[in-house]
Structures are given as structure tokens and as C-alpha cells.
């Protein structure tokens, strides 16, 4: 199996029938023990979620990443999740093979099946290498320590071969310039491309021989035979071509020549050799206009021809494996999620929808009998769970049980039909008991891409206020508004051309059915959202600024002409979304551009983004900050984070960004309003604070 060390492109994360599963006994983590409490933003030091997960051949044991949060209330340096590895012999029975101040990435079961191997930087290394740990603990040992950094990397069958993704490490080194002060940046020229590399693991020597492949390399995947390897190739180095021009090609690995390439015509995620290498699965978009890669695709290895699975379906598929000649897949329909399997053709075999959890990514047993997964709920975040085909789950990890001890609000999917007859979907977290009289004050949260979804499970992060908003009161509105995923290309179409539009007004349309309901009080409901989500914020707070009585944008676009001019993803943003380039139409962008209405604005509005956002420069942020203030027609701030990027990695910036977030809708939702609450926060003070 492939490892791939990048992260997709993401926006800035059991109903009652599901607590009937098994459920293990708790892994042995120092947790907090307390009162029975709602869920606060200092639980999100201890929350911990389970990432990769791998189950052995035999089908005997469950290896998985856990993702382990900076705890700086402890006096933890700041920093990013630790990433820790942990192999499970039985429900409840985990044992660490990683952890501490260690952090793995790019986890895999060795050829031999008794292993796992991983990247990790430890004492003596020079950059990260690659370790071998047993399933049954010890001392990992280093297989190998490469000249420059691997970005992904598969073994062959035998374990001789490695092959990796890396950069050329001879490009000289400007440190010795850079001190001397010539720091001088050729924007966008002059970037490395990423090699694919051979090693011979039983040779002494251990030397990395590059493949002679004309473009930039991502992704990798080795056949089982050996004799192919898949790669991913896109022109250039660009976060664009990554996007939108990669295409996999097969490479014969006894003379490195291409032996096919397939020409699909937009986005491109995972792929999988079939057991005798004819057949290559893989993830695409439909077309160009698609703005996910959540289709199966079938290719012939030996000339690249193609077809699509499911092309029409209404869902959009996760992840997958090959399961003997046929294809096992994890698919997220609307809120939920589904097993499918389909034959390489194309017919639909089996589909078993889940009740209560959704699940997100898969390991198949060598027999196919068995499955892993990690699913979360709305009772808990991303666990590790184990199945026999067609039988219930067993929950093999309990990662937070501190959250026995802590009182969770309802939650539920709700539809509504918008004001053009589309029917529109998303969850709603409500306070425990009746609404009150004139209905609870409510956060909308808008999801990010917009090709992304909220799903009906674990909903509660620095950004999103979920169980800790609901806590305080709020209700909390997640709205999978058209262009979202898990309904198909035929849903994600219908924001082309008009974004924010028609897909603005299915949100104006939830919150005017929950407040219809009397569930919400309409007069106090504000707005959040990062990225794209950050988009609606900044619509609302000005478009439509008579709906919410505050925003805060997070990450936005604001400036849709100034946004094409600084963003790292032009291209892919005409593609599929916005359909024509501004000197095509220059009013369509000042249209749907939220600044173009900030004049008359009277939503309260924070505005907050990371100092380091290539995709959506810092400058959107202070475009919307100067254009309200100059305006005068209701308070506004600005809070930026050095070092942070297009969402917020750091603990110390995500504690502080989630008080700000709740700070500013308690005062304009819960509490007085009129004027802008005090900028200080007491860290110490809250960092003490249950």
C-alpha cells in the first residue's frame, strides 16, 4: 500500500442504536476525571482521534495512528498534534509501539506481517527516516535514512525495494547566503519538482537511483508482482497542476519506461492495483467541471483506457480496497456513509448503509472477511472499529473516555426545501430539553471547499463550536448547502457560475426554517466559517447582513478580483466553480465580492486568518477589516496569527482563536451587544478553567 505524507486539500473536524455495539475497555491514557459537565474548549487538550488504520493479513490484529493534541496547559511546549502509533490484539487490548514525544507519519504493514513501517525523525537522524517497529513492541529499527526528505513510499512484496517520493538533494544550499543576508524570492519560479527513487534495501551501499519520469511526482503505488509502478504525475510543481492536471501514469520497474498513461480530465485521489496487476482502480472527478475526486475509475494497466463506477450515484466515495476481482468501498451518502461493492464493470454488488456512525477510512484482511475502519458519532470523535462482513462492529478503541463524564446535547440531520424547490439537507446540535420560548440563540457553521460536507458524527473543534457551543446554550447549525459532497456530481454543479448565490440563500433558508419551527430565535443567530466557509461569513455579514447579528470569518474571500490575482489555485477555482477567468466578465467578480457591500453593513463582525495563507492571502482579511471600518456601521476587529496558515495547526493559536470565536457570539447573541467587547484574554485564567 502506498503512504502519502501530504494532506488533501481541505477546508478547514452514535445515535442511540449505535451504543448498543460493543464498546472496549478504555486504553491506558491519563485522563482527566470530572463531574459530569457539557464538553468545554479546554477538553480539546485531551481529545484524541484515531487517523490510519490497518488491519494484519490474518485478520488478528488492528494498527492505527492517534493523533495526540499539544496539551500546553501542562506546561507541553506549543506546537502540532503528535502523531502516535498503537496495535490492537483484541477490543480494548492496545498497546503503544509509538509514543511519548515520538510522532510518526506515513504508517504501513510490512511485506512480512508481523511489522509496521513509518517515517519518523529520532535522535541521531538528520532528516526523517524510515523504521520498522514489530506488531509485538521493542526497539524500531532504521531501514533506511534518505539525502532528502520522503514524501511518500512503498516496499515491494519481498521487502528489497523501496521506492519513494523526493526531492533532488544536490540543489545547492543557500543557508550560508541566506545568513549573509541575500534573501531575495523568485516568486513561483525555481520550484523543486519531486523525483520518484529506487533503492535496493539489501544492498550495503543503500543508493537512491532515480526514475527518469518527465514531471512532478506525488503519489505512488506498487503492483503486487512488482513489475509495475503507479505514479502520479502532474506538469509542475504547482499547487494548480497538483490539482487539476495530475494524471497516473504505469511505469515498468525493470527498465523505468511508461507503459500507459490515463488521461482523465480533472481531479485525481487514491489508486489501487488489482491482485493481478491488470487493473488499476482509482479515485477522479467525473469531468473537469467535477470538484472532487470521489468517483471510482477502472483503468487497463497495459494501454490506460478507462471507465467510470457509478458516475450518476448520489454519494461520493471515500476510500476503497480491492477485494479478490471485485471492489469493496466506503462510500458517504448524504450525512451518512455505506458500504458498496461493485464489480470492475461496473455493476453494483452490495450496499449496506450505516446506521448511527460514519465511517472514513477502511483495511481489508487478506481473506476479505474482515474489515477495520475508523467512525465517529455524535458521541464521540473518530475510534477504531472491527467487523466481520454482514456482522455488527465491535468498537476496539475507546480514545476518549473522559467523555463518559460529560453531558452531550441532542443531535439530529434536518431538511428543509429552499426558496427554488431544491431540497436541502444538514445537522442541527440543540441544547438538552425544549427550546425556549423564543427559540435558542444559534451559530451557523459553514462548511469549507465548498466541496466538502458535514456529516451527521462527531461536529466539535477550536473552529467549530458543536458540543462546546451547544453547552453554553447555542444552537448549532451545520448546513450542507448545494455544492457540498455526498450527493453527487449533480448536487456539487449547482453552485457553478453563481457562488455565493443560490447556495447563500439554502443557508438563509435553514436558519428561516429552524426559527419557523421555533426552534431558533431568528433574531439572534450568527455566522462562522472558514475558507469557502469564510466566504458565506463574509457574505452574510454584508449581502445579507440583515439575517445575522454577527460573523466571524475565518480564512475568507473577500475580494473575489484580488483573490485571483494572489491565491495559489487560480485555475482550479474557474474550473470548477467559478466557470469564466475576471477579464471575462470583471462585474460578475465585483458582484460576488463581499466587500462591494460593505457599506451598510450592521453584523458585528470578527474577522481572523493566519499570516502565512497561500491559498487565501492575509490580504482578504484585511480588505474586509478596512472596508467595515471605514464604513463605521457596526464593530468590527481583526486577529491574525504569525506563522499560521490556511487553518490553524498550533495549540496555543487554536485555544486562543476558539475563545475569541465564542467571545464575540456570547456578547452579541447572549449577551448586551452595542459595543465591541475588550481584545485581552487571560490565558492563564482560562487556562485553568474547567
Given at each position: ?13 452514535l ?7 460493543p ?9 482527566e476525571?470530572?463531574e ?31 493523533s ?20 490492537a ?5 492496545l ?6 514525544e515520538d510522532?510518526v ?29 514489530p ?39 543557500m ?13 513561483e ?45 502532474a ?21 523505468g ?9 480533472g ?30 475509475h ?37 450525512q ?24 472514513h ?11 477495520a ?27 476518549n ?39 435558542w440563540?444559534?451559530?451557523t ?25 451547544a453547552?453554553?446554550?447555542?444552537a ?74 454577527a ?24 474550473d ?10 470583471w ?66 493559536a487554536q ?36
Amino acid at each position: 500500500m502506498p503512504i502519502s505524507l501530504k494532506s488533501p486539500f481541505a477546508a478547514i473536524a452514535l445515535a442511540s442504536a449505535f451504543m448498543t455495539l460493543p464498546v472496549a475497555a478504555a486504553p491506558v491514557f491519563a485522563q482527566e476525571q470530572a463531574e459530569a459537565r457539557p464538553v468545554s474548549i479546554n477538553d480539546l487538550f485531551q481529545l484524541r482521534q484515531a487517523g490510519q488504520v490497518m488491519i494484519t493479513p490474518a485478520g488478528s490484529q488492528t494498527v492505527f495512528t492517534v493523533s495526540v493534541p499539544r496539551d500546553i496547559r501542562t506546561g507541553e511546549s506549543d506546537g502540532t498534534p503528535r502523531s502516535h502509533l498503537y496495535v490492537a490484539d483484541t477490543p480494548g487490548a492496545l498497546r503503544a509501539l509509538v509514543s511519548g514525544e515520538d510522532s510518526v507519519g506515513g504508517t504501513a504493514l510490512h511485506p512480512d506481517g508481523e511489522s509496521v513501517t513509518y517515517i519518523a525523525r529520532r535522535e541521531g537522524d538528520e532528516r526523517p527516516a524510515l523504521y520498522r517497529v514489530p506488531l509485538a513492541g521493542g526497539e524500531p529499527e532504521r531501514l533506511y535514512h534518505p539525502e532528502t526528505a520522503m514524501q511518500g513510499y512503498v516496499l515491494s512484496s519481498d521487502g528489497a525495494y523501496l521506492y519513494f517520493v523526493g526531492r533532488d538533494p544536490d540543489v545547492p544550499d543557500m543557508t550560508a547566503l541566506r545568513e549573509r543576508g541575500f534573501r531575495a524570492n523568485v516568486y513561483e519560479e525555481n520550484q523543486q519538482a519531486s523525483w520518484v527513487w529506487r533503492v535496493d534495501l539489501n544492498d550495503e551501499a543503500r543508493a537512491a537511483e532515480p526514475l527518469d519520469l518527465d514531471g512532478h511526482a506525488g503519489a505512488i503505488e506498487l503492483s503486487a508482482d512488482g513489475s509495475r509502478l503507479a505514479v502520479a504525475l502532474a506538469p509542475t510543481p504547482s499547487v494548480d497542476d497538483a490539482m487539476m492536471e495530475q494524471r497516473w501514469v504505469f511505469v515498468n520497474t525493470q527498465n523505468g519506461d511508461v507503459v500507459a498513461t490515463v488521461e482523465t480530465p480533472g481531479k485525481l485521489g487514491m489508486g489501487r492495483f488489482s491482485p493481478d496487476g491488470s487493473q488499476f482502480a482509482f479515485l477522479a472527478g467525473i469531468n473537469r467541471a467535477d470538484a472532487t475526486a470521489g468517483t471510482i475509475h477502472v483503468a487497463d494497466t497495459a494501454t490506460g483506457t478507462y471507465v467510470q463506477i457509478a458516475a450518476d450515484a448520489e454519494q461520493h466515495i471515500r476510500d476503497f480496497a480491492w477485494n479478490g476481482d471485485t471492489i469493496f468501498a466506503l462510500a458517504h451518502v448524504r450525512q451518512s456513509s455505506a458500504w458498496v461493492s461493485y464489480s470492475p464493470s461496473g455493476e453494483e454488488l452490495m450496499r449496506e448503509e450505516h446506521a448511527g456512525y460514519v465511517a472514513h477510512s477502511i483495511s481489508l484482511d487478506a481473506a476479505g472477511d474482515t474489515v477495520a475502519f475508523v467512525a465517529d458519532s455524535p458521541a464521540h470523535p473518530r475510534d477504531v472499529y472491527v467487523a466481520a462482513m454482514g456482522e455488527i462492529p465491535a468498537r476496539w478503541a475507546d480514545l476518549n473516555p473522559w467523555l463518559a463524564d460529560r453531558t452531550l446535547a441532542d443531535q439530529r440531520v434536518v431538511r428543509w426545501t429552499a426558496r427554488d424547490g431544491v431540497e436541502v439537507e444538514g445537522v442541527l446540535i440543540t441544547p438538552q430539553g425544549e427550546a425556549p420560548e423564543n427559540g435558542w440563540p444559534m451559530i451557523t457553521v459553514v462548511h469549507g471547499g465548498p466541496e466538502a460536507h458535514d456529516h451527521n458524527g462527531w461536529l466539535t473543534g477550536y473552529s467549530r463550536p458543536g458540543q462546546i457551543g451547544a453547552g453554553e446554550g447555542f444552537a448549532i447549525f451545520y448546513p450542507n448547502y448545494r455544492g457540498s459532497t455526498g450527493r453527487g456530481f449533480g448536487f456539487i454543479e449547482l453552485d457553478h457560475l453563481n457562488p455565493p448565490g443560490e447556495e447563500f440563500e439554502d443557508i438563509v433558508d435553514g436558519v428561516g426554517h429552524l426559527a419557523d419551527e421555533g426552534i431558533i430565535d431568528a433574531a439572534r443567530v450568527g455566522i462562522t466559517g472558514g475558507s469557502y466557509g469564510g466566504f458565506a461569513s463574509a457574505w452574510g455579514a454584508t449581502v445579507a447582513s440583515e439575517h445575522f447579528a454577527a460573523s466571524v470569518p475565518f480564512v475568507a474571500l473577500t475580494d473575489l478580483v484580488s483573490f485571483m490575482g494572489n491565491t495559489d489555485i487560480p485555475v482550479e477555482m474557474v474550473d470548477v466553480h467559478f466557470i469564466h477567468y475576471p477579464w471575462e466578465n470583471w462585474e460578475w467578480y465585483f458582484e460576488h465580492s463581499p466587500i462591494m457591500n460593505a457599506h451598510g453593513s450592521t453584523t458585528p463582525t470578527l474577522v481572523m486568518h493566519g499570516e502565512a495563507d497561500t491559498r487565501v492571502a492575509p490580504s482578504q482579511g484585511y480588505i474586509l477589516y478596512r472596508y467595515l471600518k471605514i464604513a463605521g456601521e457596526a464593530p468590527v476587529r481583526l486577529v491574525t496569527y504569525p506563522g499560521e496558515g490556511h487553518g490553524l495547526r498550533n495549540a496555543a493559536a487554536q485555544f486562543d482563536y476558539a475563545h475569541r470565536l465564542m467571545g464575540w457570539m456570547r456578547h452579541y447573541l447572549q449577551g448586551p451587544g452595542g459595543e465591541i467587547p475588550s481584545s485581552d484574554l487571560d490565558y492563564d485564567a482560562l487556562l485553568a478553567t474547567d
